[in-house]
T-cell receptor
Framework: SQQGEEDPQALSIQEGENATMNCSYK?????LQWYRQNSGRGLVHLIL?????REKHSGRLRVTLDTSKKSSSLLITASRAADTASYFC????????????FGTGTQLKVEL | EPEVTQTPSHQVTQMGQEVILRCVPI?????FYWYRQILGQKVEFLVS????????KSEIFDDQFSVERPDGSNFTLKIRSTKLEDSAMYFC????????????FGPGTRLTVL
């Protein structure tokens, strides 16, 4: 598999429910970043977690990182219709010059 | 809140024509990037730029591509002779400095090559 694979590819939930998205990667990293992209629009930075961190919170977002499994998860609690978007993880690989390698993304749909 | 801006939002061009995509990174940021996203595909790294020179470039970034920071604010991507396969969304990103690794992206320029 390629660096940065998210699953599920698509997720549909009801407003108020929690949404969990997972990301797997292959190389050693400096950090991992999560982004949101609304249809055809720009990438909005959500959160960065460093390789020596295991969990990070920002508002309704919670990110975990397991470097032994080379995986990360993004949890959005109490989802809203406005959270409908694609979510991408991006890894900053060790020795990679700080360029980001993006995953395939999870399309989240939050229904009223 | 400061943000990365890009112009134009949409560019349509004929195959073989030159295009220049423009970006204004966040003020005081030191590292600049271009990425692209072909419709339905992953976001791909093109090039990084620091201290007025290219730090790294991908295989995609061939001789048809060039970047420039002509003044203290603009950061441009030039494609000399566009191909159909250059059609994509092009994103500019900037990063503050060594101890801050978050990359902030602009809204993108959708390039359509006919």
């Amino acid at each position: 598999s390629q660096q940065g694979e998210e699953d599920p590819q698509a997720l549909s939930i009801q407003e108020g429910e929690n949404a969990t998205m997972n990301c797997s990667y292959k190389t050693s990293i400096n950090n991992l970043q999560w982004y949101r992209q609304n249809s055809g629009r720009g990438l909005v930075h959500l959160i960065l977690i460093r390789s020596n961190e295991r969990e990070k919170h920002s508002g309704r977002l919670r990110v975990t990182l397991d470097t032994s499994k080379k995986s990360s998860s993004l949890l959005i609690t109490a989802s809203r219709a406005a959270d409908t978007a694609s979510y991408f993880c991006a890894t900053d690989a060790r020795g990679g010059g700080n360029k980001l390698t993006f995953g395939t993304g999870t399309q989240l749909k939050v229904e009223l | 809140e400061p943000e990365v801006t890009q112009t134009p939002s949409h560019q349509v061009t004929q195959m073989g024509q030159e295009v220049i995509l423009r970006c204004v990174p966040i003020s005081n940021h030191l590292y600049f990037y271009w990425y692209r996203q072909i419709l339905g595909q992953k976001v791909e790294f093109l090039v990084s730029f620091y201290n007025n020179e290219i730090s790294e470039k991908s295989e995609i970034f061939d001789d048809q591509f060039s970047v420039e920071r002509p003044d203290g604010s603009n950061f441009t991507l030039k494609i000399r002779s566009t191909k159909l396969e250059d059609s994509a969304m092009y994103f500019c990103a900037s990063r503050p400095g060594i101890t801050y690794n978050e990359q902030f992206f602009g809204p993108g320029t959708r390039l359509t090559v006919l």
